[in-house]
């Protein structure tokens, strides 16, 4: 069933992938209505610990919605930031978020991982993913709301047009362009998608437009068209009139990296359009005249 007037409570709103739900909503479904509740006052106020000052402040909020969804696009994803913070931001806010409010029966919860919760030898050696599989099995544990249909969990593949990040692998590329200095990746077998974040975003609101199945485990949000990071890397050099600053090769691979696998296509319905990796991602960086790149706060 379609849910016309839906009304969303958005943690992260300032990031990349927030402004794009934002923007998204606003442009396509304007009966959508957006409220941003910092997730940084809930840790600075260490409401996580206080679950009824916590339920408090998002009935505050939230008032008069009856019937809601709470979207956590808030999270760490350097897998170099310190365990703590990653567990903090990325396992313990949600799980205290949902603690706190579950008992209110109009509310749904929408968490967002990695598709590379699917590859367990590679999340124990990256602590970004390993949060967000940490998160994946808290909500699975929710037996009760995930039976009801009020909470999902969607995996993610890499997500662009944003800010560029300096740990990210464009974030790299950008840093070498920019100073002129060599590029030394592994041998760029690696397959990844590359979703551009408003495709992402209207995924997500048409996702939010409809009831959930009671239980359907996490859902994947995949165009089904990877490509190897080597052909990528070269692509955006060669656009660039610097291929000689590529390496590839030069230094060892993740062992447990995806090389083979390609995740099926999503429901159309969902994802009726993605724009073609090297495509999107060359015009997207093309369009980066004067952008910085960003560090993450823990």
């Not at 590029?183 to 397959?191: A, I, V």
């Not at 099926?264 to 060359?282: A, C, E, F, K, Q």
């Amino acid at each position: 069933m379609s849910r016309q007037h839906r009304k969303i409570l958005l943690f992260g709103g300032s990031g990349d992938l927030g402004e794009g739900i934002r923007l998204c909503a606003r442009a396509t479904t304007p009966a959508t209505e957006v409220r941003v509740f910092p997730w940084t006052r809930v840790i600075r106020e260490n409401l996580q610990s206080d679950p009824v000052g916590l339920a408090a402040h998002i009935e505050d909020v939230t008032t008069p919605w009856a019937e809601f969804d709470i979207v956590f696009a808030n999270g760490i994803t350097d897998p170099k930031a310190p365990w703590p913070d990653l567990k903090l931001s990325n396992i313990l806010f949600p799980a205290s978020v949902i603690q706190a409010t579950q008992d209110r029966a109009g509310i749904r919860y929408l968490t967002l991982g990695t598709v590379f919760e699917r590859f367990p030898d590679f999340a124990a050696g990256n602590p970004y993913v390993a949060s967000k599989l940490r998160l994946c099995e808290e909500v699975e544990a929710l037996s009760s709301l995930g039976n009801s249909g009020r909470i999902a969990h969607v995996r993610l593949h890499t997500v662009y047009g944003g800010k560029p990040k300096a740990h990210m692998f464009l974030g790299q590329i950008i840093q070498a362009l920019e100073v002129g200095k060599e590029f030394r990746m592994s041998s760029g077998e690696q397959l990844r998608e590359y979703h551009h974040v408003h495709d992402v975003a209207g995924a997500l609101l048409a996702l939010l437009a409809r009831d959930w199945q009671a239980g359907p485990g996490p859902m994947e949000l995949s165009s089904g068209a990877p490509v190897r990071l080597a052909d990528l890397a070269a692509a955006v050099f060669s656009g660039c009139g610097r291929l000689d600053l590529l390496k590839v090769g030069a230094i060892p691979s993740v062992p447990s990296d995806n090389r083979r696998h390609v995740f099926p296509r999503s429901d159309p319905s969902l994802l009726p359009y993605y724009r073609d990796p090297i495509v999107g991602v060359v015009t997207y960086l093309g369009s980066l005249s004067a952008h910085p790149l960003v560090k993450e706060a823990g």
